[in-house]
């Protein structure tokens, strides 16, 4: 699944970004393929932000889109 379909709430592993331009400026957050994150907020029409450690971050609709995630067990 999308970060984008991801639920508020719910903890996350980034198994792959396929946008490589957008690949390298997550990668400047620390966000990169193997990293836990959660969903922490979904604004309406707006951006997803996540939470990894101490850190939150608003990810983009169009970028969420190309951010392949899949639930922590």
Do not use: S
Not at 45 to 72: N, T
């Amino acid at each position: 699944m999308t970060l984008e379909q991801a639920r508020i709430g719910e903890k996350l592993i980034v198994r792959e970004i396929t946008d490589p331009e957008m690949k390298m400026k997550a990668i400047r957050f620390g966000v990169i393929e193997g990293a836990e994150v959660i969903c922490a907020e979904k604004l309406p029409y707006g951006p997803v932000v996540i939470r990894k450690g101490r850190q939150e971050l608003a990810v983009g609709r169009r970028l969420a889109q190309r951010i392949i995630v899949e639930p922590q067990v």
